[in-house]
């Protein structure tokens, strides 16, 4: 994640703003971000059962517009969830007001996003009395983009951000992103949110498909405690404004454009697993030798989820049990007695059996802020990567008390 953002890493043609609405005491708790001019979209969603009103709002407008959009209005201090017809009321109301101060627009070309306590009723007067003064405010300035990072925040400690560059046809084009997330982290989408906005000329479907395959590798492969958020939401935004030509096939064009947006994602959903809730530490499990990829990915998972092995690494236990267990109860069919692990590069299981190690060496490695776990089944050619945080007493607390 970039120290600064500079108004060199803006790309062209959009606009952010933020303000105090009310919904939380002192903070920011509204921004919106704004292409000046018609914009390809994408999103991914939660899979959860239990969906948001803005959720819902926003795949509906998202379909409606054919992938084409304008803007994102993003609330934080209420996730406006389990709040029925007058929750989803509140979302539509939202977006038909933005639509209007921003200049007589479709209100489905407005995506609608909330962040915060679940199950309590929105007050969306605070919204509406906001947004002409909020959609007046927007600047294409970093600092105004950097304040929106912050009013979409949570229990997040820190906003967290990414830019990234490359070349198409001899021209510049630039991404940046922001997210929020710190706990209820185990995104599923085919509370955790992250906006993104480009100027490369590009389709709805091609930027679909380039969101998608870099939301595989990055933000669904992240976990800070398993539980899957009500109003998870991925958007981005490419106006075509750097003047670069159309990204019109899956080409090198493409793929520079897909590698530059995969670095954006990754930096913003690493950010995420260094913020969680009363992390330390972030853990990288690497699966390999599964029957296959998606069962490497279930293993890695499991270990990634189990309050054991995370518990072990707040205390920078070396406790390689724990590991081969999850691993064991996964689902997944292999042989322990052939399973090989490593703890910060220095093997403690080799064949199901202890190697001998300096527990003492391996406790201080694992007191480092990034521990990389490896993991072989030998059991097939899968593999996998997943990244978590390790638990400490602070998740507890600030969970124990996140509503009162």
């Keep these: 994640m970039t120290a600064t953002i500079l108004h060199s890493d803006l790309p062209e043609g959009f606009s952010f703003a933020s303000t105090h609405c009310g919904l939380k005491r002192k903070r920011h ?18 899979t959860n059962r239990v969906t948001a009103a803005p959720v819902r709002v926003s795949r509906e407008h998202l379909r409606n517009s054919r992938g084409r959009m304008r803007a994102a209005i993003v609330n934080s201090g209420n996730a406006n969830c389990c709040t029925g017809a007058r929750g989803e009321a509140a979302s539509r109301k939202t977006a038909v007001l933005l639509a209007r101060e921003l200049g007589a627009l479709n209100a489905s070309e407005v995506l609608v996003c909330s962040t915060g306590v679940i199950g309590v009723p929105l007050r969306v007067e605070k919204i509406l ?12 300035e ?53 906006f993104l906005a480009t100027d490369a000329d590009i389709s709805p479907s091609l930027l679909s498909r380039s969101l998608r395959d870099a ?35 899956a080409g090198a064009d493409f793929r520079n454009f897909s590698s ?45 989820n189990s309050p054991l092995v995370k518990t ?17 109860r996964s689902g997944v069919v292999f042989d322990p007695d ?58 507890v607390r600030i969970n124990a008390s996140y509503r009162t």
């Design 215 to 249: 939301v595989k590798r990055t933000f669904n492969a992240i976990t800070v405690d398993g539980d899957s958020s009500t109003n998870d939401t991925v958007a981005v935004f490419a106006n075509g404004s750097s003047g670069a030509r159309k990204i019109a096939s």
């Design 142 to 194: 970093a600092s105004a983009f950097e304040q929106f990072a912050r009013a979409i925040m949570t229990t997040d400690t820190r906003p967290k951000w990414s830019a990234a560059r490359c070349r198409i046809g001899g021209k510049t084009i630039r991404i940046i992103g922001c997210a929020k997330g710190s706990g209820m982290i185990e995104p599923h989408m085919a509370t955790m949110l992250a």
């Design 29 to 46: 708790d509204l921004g919106i971000l704004v292409s000046e001019r018609p914009a390809a979209a994408a999103a991914v969603f939660t």
């Design 129 to 140: 009395r906001a947004i002409p003064g909020v959609v007046k405010a927007r600047r294409q």
């Design 312 to 328: 072990a690494f707040a205390g920078g236990d070396p406790n390689w049990g724990r590991i081969l267990a999850a691993a064991g």
């Design 338 to 395: 052939r399973a090989d692990i490593k703890i910060a590069n220095i093997e403690v299981c080799s064949r199901g059996l202890e190697r001998h190690f300096s527990e003492r060496v391996l406790h201080a490695k694992m007191l480092a802020k990034h521990v990389p776990v490896f993991v072989h089944l030998h059991a097939g050619n899968g593999k996998a990567r997943v990244w978590t945080c390790d638990f400490t007493s602070e998740y």
């Design 260 to 304: 530059a947006l995969g670095e954006v994602c990754r930096e913003l959903a690493l950010a995420i697993v260094a913020d969680g809730e009363g992390a330390q530490r972030v853990i990288e499990i690497e699966v390999y030798g599964a029957p296959s990829d998606e069962k490497a990915n279930v293993v890695a998972h499991t270990i990634a």
